[in-house]
């Protein structure tokens, strides 16, 4: 017989996925310009321009086979020890090319990392409100999620609440600042501190509990906020990042993940990332687009496309009388349904053409998040309905 779980993963899509193939069919119903899409994190910013110029370049000068060949199982030793050096001026990282394996974007770089670590039994704390799919990279391995909430109203996670939620059965914690969705980052003082419970929690059980961080918004960060650099903080560290949002390259599935050398079992660890690299048929990341990322490290999008509708969306919303999150970071704002039924508020939403997505399945419910990676000038058009749809709620 098939695999019923995957069976049923493949049935039932995502909440997210499901509105905006909704959104995709209602376009075509009533007209692109009638429907207020903030369902998907799928930038609207154009990559730079130095990435156009360097794949034409590659392509028109690049050795045809090397393009779009196999590189190595773990990525091509070039681009990783660039990557190497890019970290260590960056953040004093003390990382070689042999901490990195590339791979197919954040997602694969996750599915890897759980993969590497856990057995059947095990647990992974998540910080709520969480990104859904974690849940599914976690549960394939057979390992159990236990969510940690974070605290209101600043969302920032609580390393009181960490420390009780933590077994002998834990193996790892994630981590995702700037945050999806709430659009914390994380405070350098918070990061120590739950550093902190972990190294004592890992020498009370004698067994390291990893901690993973996923990056695929850190250069996305609003005001003067800087993301603290977890491997300088915590030795058991494996970060998950990811081009996808910082260069506006979601579809070319472009990423890595960083074993840090500090961590206790490093050989071993770093080997367990190739070997589920290897199992998940991860071999390889997109070769074009790893050649690409040397000449690209450290750009970003212009990101004050994002500034511009953060602060219209955040100042516009709130005077309509909606409680949102301040958001500090990435592009997606954490608003409070009215009434506190995320679902319900959702639907009277989609009476006004305006599509969000409920968050219980990000383990937070009462809230809706709405991805303002739009154009501009979707969220001008979209201003009166949200108008509309305050009136609704009584607001
Ligand atoms: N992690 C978080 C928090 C995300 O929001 C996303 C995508 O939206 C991912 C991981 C997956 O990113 P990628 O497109 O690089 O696989």
């Known amino acids: ?162 420390a009780e939620a933590i077994t002998e059965r834990t193996r790892a914690v994630i981590v995702n600042s700037p945050n999806n969705p709430t659009g914390a980052v994380l405070t350098e003082e918070n990061a120590k501190a739950m550093c902190q419970v972990l190294a004592e929690a890992s020498a009370r059980f004698g067994e390291p509990i990893y901690l ?7 250069e996305l960060v609003w005001e003067g906020e800087s993301v603290p650099y977890l491997p300088n903080l915590y030795p058991d560290t494996l970060v998950c990042y990811s081009f996808s949002k910082s260069l506006s390259l979601p579809g070319e599935r472009i990423g890595y993940v960083l074993v840090s050398p500090r961590a206790k079992e490093f050989s071993a660890l770093y080997a367990a990332v190739c070997g589920a690299g290897r199992a998940l048929g991860f071999v390889c990341a997109p070769s074009l687009f790893q050649q690409l990322i040397p000449d690209v490290l450290g750009l970003t999008v212009d990101l004050s496309a994002y500034e511009t509708n953060r602060r219209m969306l955040f100042e516009s919303l709130t005077a309509y009388g909606f409680s949102v999150v301040p958001p500090s970071g990435e592009f997606y704002l954490f608003i409070k349904a009215p009434g506190g039924d995320a679902n319900a508020f959702c639907e009277r939403a989609k009476e006004q053409e305006i599509l969000l997505v409920p968050s219980d399945d990000f383990g937070c419910p009462g809230y809706v998040r709405l991805a303002y990676c739009v154009t501009t000038e979707q969220i001008e058009r979209a201003l009166p309905a949200f108008g509309r749809l305050a009136k609704l709620c009584g607001l």
């Open 212 to 218: 993973i961080a996923d990056e695929p918004y850190r």
């Open 1 to 162: 017989m098939i695999n019923q779980s995957m069976r049923a993963l493949g049935e039932k899509r995502s909440v997210i996925r499901e509105l905006f193939e909704y959104g995709r069919a209602r376009k075509k119903e009533i007209g692109e310009d009638k429907v207020f899409d903030f369902s998907l994190g799928n930038p609207s910013v154009p990559a730079p321009n130095a990435v156009r110029d360097r794949l034409i370049a590659l392509l028109q000068k690049g050795d045809p086979v090397r393009l779009h060949g196999y590189t190595s199982a773990q990525g091509d030793a070039e681009v990783r020890r660039a990557i190497a050096e890019y970290l260590n001026a960056t953040h004093s990282a003390g990382v070689t090319a042999d901490c990195l394996y590339l791979t197919a974007g954040a997602a694969a770089s996750l599915t890897v990392s759980l993969t590497a670590i856990l057995n059947p039994g095990d647990e992974v704390i998540l910080l709520a409100p969480f990104f859904p799919e974690y849940r599914v990279f976690v549960e394939r391995t057979g390992a159990k999620v236990i969510p940690v909430a974070c605290r209101e109203p600043d969302f920032q996670p609580d390393p009181s609440a960490l």
